[in-house]
């Protein structure tokens, strides 16, 4: 009886302390950017608006899926080459399905305390993990005026001559 007692409380204790999303989940996640061309800079700011990367593609990025207790990571993301279009875009990390797991398991502590601290209560989508960006040339726009019949606005001291 008292064996029976102790595998009890044991298992009372591996219920309470359950915390699905740290077991089966991950708290960072690495990102790849590729560009075409190469070479592009790729910048990243969080949600408390620091740069947490910035580099050259290609490259992989780890990520954190949380900011803060209880609060997801944010991102944006800055693609940028000179003579081509800058792509800007944003990841944002979502609920993991297996920290709801912790209400059906009666995981309480790994649902109040474990998963949100350690950082695995959110995740990021695994159709945000790979970028493959192809940069679209800027169109570059030349302007020709005769110095006797500028258009309003135009200043004179802005022109650069060509012979």
């Known amino acids: 009886m008292k064996v029976f007692l102790k595998l009890m409380a044991l298992c009372a204790v591996v219920v309470a302390l359950n915390s699905c999303a740290t077991i089966f989940g991950s708290a960072t996640y690495p990102v790849s950017f590729n560009t075409t061309p190469e070479g592009a800079i790729i910048t990243i700011v969080n949600r408390s608006n620091r740069t947490v990367f910035e580099g050259t593609s290609p490259t992989v990025v780890t990520l954190k899926s949380q900011a803060s207790y209880m609060t997801k990571e944010e991102y944006k993301i800055t693609i940028a080459k000179t003579g081509y279009e800058t792509k800007t875009f944003y ?4 609920l993991d399905g297996w920290y709801i797991g912790n209400i059906l398991l009666g995981g309480f502590i790994g649902m109040l305390i474990v998963d949100p601290i350690s950082g695995a209560m959110f995740k990021i989508a695994e159709t945000d993990l790979n ?6 040339p800027t169109e570059l726009a030349l302007e020709v005026y005769d110095i006797n019949h500028l258009p309003d606005g135009v200043n004179p001291d802005d ?3 060509i012979n």
């Open 131 to 136: 970028y493959n960006e192809k940069l679209q």
């Open 159 to 161: 022109l650069v001559r």
């Open 91 to 94: 990841i944002y990390p979502q």
